[in-house]
């Protein structure tokens, strides 16, 4: 049976919203499935939840699905699929992704009605900050001796946030924004560009590595910060620097076959 949130019964929809709560303990479901969205669908019975599907529209001509799977049933995600496909071709939706947590057993070649490509990965990454902060004196990796007279500039802004900036012979050459979560214990990186002409020189990483250093004699311990699998160069700097995986999402272009 599938069936969309609108026609769920008050037992029925308990019952996922509990399914869905365990799944959130264990870190195996997108935190953008919600019961309340008008497009979501719920394939199984009254006795049992074979899994959900939500839509999302970023834009009117884009959709984007977010499955979770709780049975090894072949035609669970066969079904979930042709029901949001049907309806993503009611309002003319031209491009359809999906989210899907590798965790719950999805397939990228399952057939479903529709052939699933990948398109990208985001990956939520973090670093313990006294690792950053023990090899700030290191050479970076491009071997550049200019790194080791650039000179860091610290200012706070508004919620919070810091901003620092790395000057080198007088010019700007590289910035990053920190945004603290769990009372200064981490910090979250969400911003961090240099300047075109200074760039492939080392200054990126010299930023981070000494901004590292300062927030850990502050008393932080963690670095956070999302990266996409398509922005190539910064995913290789975080890597290198030591960041690790702690959440991926992968992201699939869905052609009906």
Do not use: H
Not at 9 to 38: H, P, Y
Not at 192 to 210: H, Q
Not at 229 to 250: I, W
């Amino acid at each position: 049976m599938v069936t969309t949130a609108k026609r769920l019964t008050v037992w029925e929809r308990k019952r996922i919203q509990n399914k869905i709560k365990a799944c959130e303990k264990r870190g195996s479901l997108s935190a953008s499935l919600f019961l309340e969205a008008d497009c979501f669908f719920f394939y199984g019975t009254k006795r049992r939840c074979g899994g959900v599907l939500s839509v999302f529209f970023p834009t009117e001509k884009e959709a984007e699905f977010t499955v979770a799977e709780f049975s090894q049933e072949k035609e669970v995600l066969p079904a979930l699929f042709t029901a949001a496909l049907d309806m993503c071709r009611r309002v003319r939706v031209e491009e359809v992704y999906t989210v899907v947590n590798p965790s719950l057993g999805f397939q990228k070649t399952e057939n479903c009605g529709a052939r699933l490509s990948y398109a990208f990965s985001e990956y939520l990454l973090c670093c313990d900050i006294g690792t950053l902060a023990k090899r700030s004196g290191e050479k970076p990796e491009s071997g550049k001796e200019t790194c080791k007279e650039a000179v860091l500039r610290r200012s706070e802004e508004e919620d919070g946030q810091l901003l620092y900036r790395l000057f080198w012979e007088g010019k700007e050459v590289s910035e990053c924004r920190f945004m603290p979560f769990d009372a200064g214990k981490g910090w979250y990186l969400f911003s961090l560009e240099t300047k075109e002409e200074f760039r492939r020189r080392g200054f990126a990483e010299c930023l981070i590595r000494e901004t590292a250093e300062e927030l850990s004699a502050a008393g932080a311990e963690r670095i956070r910060l999302q990266v996409s699998s398509k922005n190539r160069p910064a995913e290789r700097l975080y890597r290198r620097l030591g960041f690790r995986t702690e959440e991926q999402r992968d992201y699939y272009k869905t052609e009906e076959l």
